[in-house]
């Protein structure tokens, strides 16, 4: 039973370059999340996906663009990285509104 | 502005010592009241969900409360395995579906 899971765990970028953060759930929720943490702030949403086929934008979009590229896939890129965007990254999906939801385990990302 | 508070930063324990977590919030129409443990390097692990005012939830040390204005995580006699840094989060009828995060409370209990 893997939950929420993420790729990769650990990733160093330079400035300017692209990547995407990938993530999937094996547990059939209908939303799905990418959030970020950093020290002092708490977890901050970026972009959330109420269903399959939807998007839309959280707290912190800027610089992030995302897919929902079926019900269990929610990719997180980011097509020019800056320093603004260390941070540890974390994707969560929940079953319907208003119920808890369920964390991967993380990607920390260093953009240098 | 919807907005989550919680207190303290950090709590230092020695094991068997009880205490309470408290997590306040100001919100338009509160959904839902979640509490999540947090342990280094790894992602949010779901504890409870509190819905009403006067409505507990009790998981082995741990009992959660909720009040129209707050929150309180009771930890009875924890034990080191306990420490941990213990988020609180709500929901808000919001046009989209979120939860919003306090900054957490960070946990430590001594043998």
């Known amino acids: 039973n893997a939950g929420v899971t993420q790729t990769p765990k650990f990733q160093v970028l330079k400035t300017g370059q692209s990547m995407t953060l990938q993530c999937a759930q094996d547990m059939n929720h209908n939303s799905m999340y990418w959030y970020r943490q950093d020290p002092g702030m708490g977890l901050r949403l970026i972009y959330y996906?109420?269903?399959?086929?939807?998007?839309d934008k959280g707290e912190v979009p800027n610089g992030y663009n995302v897919s929902r590229l079926n019900k269990r896939e929610f990719s997180l890129r980011l097509e020019s990285a800056a320093p603004s965007q260390t941070s540890v990254y974390f994707c969560a999906s929940s079953e319907v509104k208003n119920t808890e939801a369920f964390f991967g385990q993380g990607t920390r990302l260093t953009v240098v | 502005e919807d907005q989550v508070t919680q207190s303290p930063e950090a709590l230092r324990l020695q094991e068997g010592e009880s205490s309470s977590l408290n997590c306040s919030y100001t919100v338009s129409g509160l959904r839902g009241l979640f509490w999540y443990r947090q342990d280094p390097g790894k992602g949010p692990e779901f504890l409870f969900t509190?819905?009403?005012a006067g409505e507990e939830k009790e998981k082995e040390r741990l009992k959660a409360t909720l009040t129209k204005k707050e929150s309180f995580l009771h930890i009875t006699a924890p034990k080191p395995e306990d420490s941990a840094t213990y988020l609180c989060a709500v929901k808000t009828p919001a046009a989209f579906d979120k939860l919003i995060f306090g900054t957490g409370t960070r946990l430590q209990v001594f043998p």
């Open positions: 996906s109420a269903s399959e086929g939807t998007t």
């Open positions: 509190l819905y009403s």
